[in-house]
């Protein structure tokens, strides 16, 4: 298994996470991405998220691992509506007395994706898919308490969201990504400690 990490602004998506389905999403663009998401299986992953906000904190939810599901894909549920390209959605797992960050459009996120779930599906009703992303919700959450992936909240990539990073595998200080072994990660985040 692979730690994927993915770093770059969050841009508009197309309104269906929050609005038609209750469960907003923050969207990185699918152009800085390209390259990567061509190696990345369509599917729901699962793993931590951080919003930056510079070294002044930059305001609520800022700078906080937060828990995230994510949509790797092109929503094909949308019939007539897919994405006509890869996109990253996801959706932050906001924890019980912990601080939202809001609306984060075109701030920066990184993404520490670790945990795989299943894979893209059509579903027959908007109804059937509100409940199988509430399960996907659910099912990341727990995972996401459970070692390795509890302790990937404490990656150099996730609790140092106000530093500059450039993935090793592409993109520049805008937009990058890197892959890496999972077991290496984890070996890498326990000595940091």
């Known amino acids: ?5 993915f770093r770059g602004p969050v841009a508009s998506g197309y309104g269906r996470g929050g609005k038609k389905l209750g469960f907003p999403t923050a969207n990185l663009p699918s ?3 390209a390259d990567a998401l061509s190696e990345v299986p ?3 992953y699962f793993g931590w998220a951080v919003v ?3 070294d002044d904190g ?3 939810g800022r700078n906080v691992p937060q828990k995230a599901v994510v949509n790797v894909g092109y929503s094909p549920t949308f019939a007539g509506s897919e994405n006509p390209e890869k996109i990253v959605e996801a959706h932050l797992i906001i924890g019980e007395g912990d601080e939202s960050p809001g609306d984060f459009y075109g701030e920066t996120m990184r993404l520490a994706l670790g945990g795989y779930l ?3 599906r059509k579903f027959p009703s908007f109804p059937a898919l509100v409940e199988q992303i509430t399960t996907d919700r659910d099912d990341a959450e727990w995972a996401l308490g459970l070692s390795p992936f509890a302790e990937l909240r404490t990656d150099a990539f996730v609790a140092d969201g106000a530093g500059s990073w450039v993935g090793k595998d592409g993109g520049d200080e805008g937009a990058s990504w890197e892959f890496q072994d999972m077991g290496e990660a984890v070996r890498e985040t326990s000595s940091e400690r």
């Open 1 to 5: 298994p692979r730690l994927m990490r």
């Open 31 to 33: 152009s800085m991405f």
């Open 42 to 44: 369509a599917g729901v």
């Open 52 to 54: 930056e906000g510079g």
């Open 58 to 60: 930059g305001g609520p």
């Open 118 to 120: 299943r894979g893209e």
